[in-house]
């Protein structure tokens, strides 16, 4: 089973169901097809880096305890941490709110040859910012088409993007959240606002179904990943992502003549 | 085998034979002995990260192919990439150039939870910058200095730094540079200038040699890792990383009491 992006027409499902494992990946071996591919993930990463031409936007979105930790270590950990970076985007700081909202967002940019990840990401903006009315609707409602605007013209400087939404159920999440809490190792995570994040479920949903509608475009399309499963979500966002790197087709530049000859001169 | 950090004497080898792999590193099970290593790093930086209270800075040098990358790849490619960040110095840009030596370094510098790698470093600027005479003698002497005194504010703040002098001998470059050439997956990396740098042998050995006496401190020390081999080179990197954090003993922050009553408000 492969995802498909969502392109239009937009249709997309956030109901809880839509988060379960999807029949097709039911079978036992699902974790060694996933090694098969972030195996696979690791050549292809080093061979995205050496060709330099482009670079790879990885966006991660989701509820809390949807996993975009564990996507990031589980799928991303394959790679030579030299070629990946990771930005965590928390709440802004004051420098950051004085400035337009992609600011932090494109200072924090993979360069060619890299995979950037996103744990969260400039979507922030149109769902926590807009559920909990921290700017007016006036503005974030004009977000939408500025970050497809942004995007536009990253993917037309050599930015791939994939935006992966870790879509997980209420019951889940609570089974989650409530292991979090029991957790020796997990624990010091947990602060209250995730609560209240899921006491606004409705309100969330809408505001995922609108960032996804209206911003799942041809150039940086919209992954919804069933997530109520570890296992069946690095299974395929890790699927998603190589056949992306794959249909890129990195290859290794070739060397100067005049170095090539240099060989002979080593003594 | 440990490798003890050189510190006062400042007794430092840079000799040739010294490149070569250790007697007492010469079992067959090395390999395995360094994925031990790197598994417990995998657990020791998950920890690190959570504890939050103390940066990890790793220093890496050595010569044009002396496994730079490489050991970033073998010993760190262990590590989530959410916890690890890596930073390439290469030539300064001009906007750098317009700036003290440090200001870029300073801006890498991993932020709490963090290992950071630095490939390459702000000792360039006693190394390739003094050999080529790239600004006069009055400046470049006084780095040592500033450098110490720059190690030790950061070690103050909270940042635990590892210095690592890859050395390999000039027979091992030699091979090692032949073979980068002829490999179609490495040549693109080849500069002529690497040539170069090859050619002044003996004054770069000079340039590192003052910069290991020099900048050996307590707070900041250097190791000079026998890099003929690679698997020793591994080795020997992981398990001064592995050992340094375990004596910092990183723990999980303890959550909140209130926090924890808060599971049976999960509904």
Redesign the interface.
Known sequence: MHLEPLISPKRVNLRDRDARRPAELRDDDLKDRTEKLTDRLRDLQ??FY?DGRRALLVVLQGRDAAGK?GA??KV??A????G???T?FKQPTPLELRHDFLWRVHAAMPPHGMIG?F?RSHYEDVLVVRVNDLVPKRVWSKRYDQINDFERMLTQNGVVILKFFLHVSRDEQ?LR??ER??D??K??????GD?DD?ARWKEYTAAYTDAIRKCSTKWAPWYVVPADSNRVRDHLVADVVVRTLEKLNPI????DP???E??S???
Chains 1, 2 share one sequence.
Do not use: H
């Open positions: 080093r061979a050496a930790d990031i270590r991303f950990g790679c030579n941490p030299q990946c970076q990771v965590s990840l744990n609570r959240l409530i809490l029991e020796p190792e624990n010091w995570k947990f602060n209250a609560l899921r290794y530049p070739s060397a005049s170095v090539l240099l060989a001169t080593i003594v």
